[in-house]
């Protein structure tokens, strides 16, 4: 039996316990969504502001994430209008003690793609979400997922092709 997405009771406690599960999920999330380092604390912020303003209105019987995905993908948007530059494209999030030219690569190549594909990779393929639940987040169709994924791994693998310089 799966463990509940929430703790019982819509409390405090309850709140409290989401925030220390999901943060490194939406810190993680703000910066694939192309949110810049610096602005990712502000970020976190303010999604959890947007769940405890709106904390009545959950549905205790449904999975959170999704709920706090979409929420963070309206922040990184909001931020990307609000500071008028260039998108930083995917942002590495992990700093590693030591450089992985292979992970190096595919962060460069994730960059490449359109945000619409780069999110369902992203989504499916790294945070391990099912094509169903991304079709929630992403608020589409499921056939748009798996039409996305399949376009966005053709485009990943032409992307590390061109970077590895090979013909």
């Given at each position: 039996?799966?463990?509940?997405?929430?703790?019982?009771?819509?409390?405090?406690?309850?709140?409290?316990?989401?925030?220390?599960r999901?943060?490194?999920?939406?810190?993680?999330?703000?910066?694939?969504?192309?949110?810049?380092?610096?602005?990712?604390?502000?970020?976190?912020?303010?999604?959890?502001?947007?769940?405890?303003?709106?904390?009545?209105?959950?549905?205790?019987?449904?999975?959170?994430?999704?709920?706090?995905?979409?929420?963070?993908?309206?922040?990184?948007?909001?931020?990307?209008?609000?500071?008028?530059?260039?998108?930083?494209?995917?942002?590495?999030?992990?700093?590693?003690?030591?450089r992985?030219?292979?992970?190096?690569?595919?962060?460069?190549?994730l960059?490449?793609?359109?945000?619409?594909?780069?999110?369902?990779?992203?989504?499916?393929?790294?945070?391990?979400?099912?094509?169903?639940?991304?079709?929630?987040?992403?608020?589409?169709?499921?056939?748009?997922?798996?039409?996305?994924?399949?376009?966005?791994r053709?485009?990943?693998?032409?992307?590390?092709?061109?970077?590895?310089?090979?013909?």
């Amino acid at each position: 039996m799966r463990e509940p997405d929430r703790p019982p009771g819509g409390g405090l406690d309850a709140f409290d316990a989401i925030y220390e599960r999901e943060f490194d999920y939406v810190w993680r999330s703000l910066g694939r969504l192309g949110m810049p380092t610096p602005d990712l604390a502000d970020g976190v912020h303010e999604v959890f502001l947007v769940l405890h303003r709106r904390w009545a209105e959950i549905d205790p019987a449904r999975p959170i994430r999704p709920w706090l995905f979409g929420v963070a993908r309206r922040v990184a948007a909001a931020s990307g209008r609000k500071a008028r530059r260039e998108p930083a494209g995917v942002v590495e999030i992990e700093a590693p003690a030591v450089r992985d030219p292979q992970r190096d690569l595919l962060w460069a190549a994730l960059a490449t793609l359109d945000d619409d594909r780069r999110l369902a990779v992203i989504l499916h393929d790294l945070e391990g979400h099912t094509a169903p639940e991304v079709a929630v987040m992403l608020e589409v169709p499921l056939n748009t997922v798996y039409s996305r994924l399949r376009l966005a791994r053709a485009d990943l693998l032409a992307a590390v092709t061109k970077l590895r310089g090979a013909p």
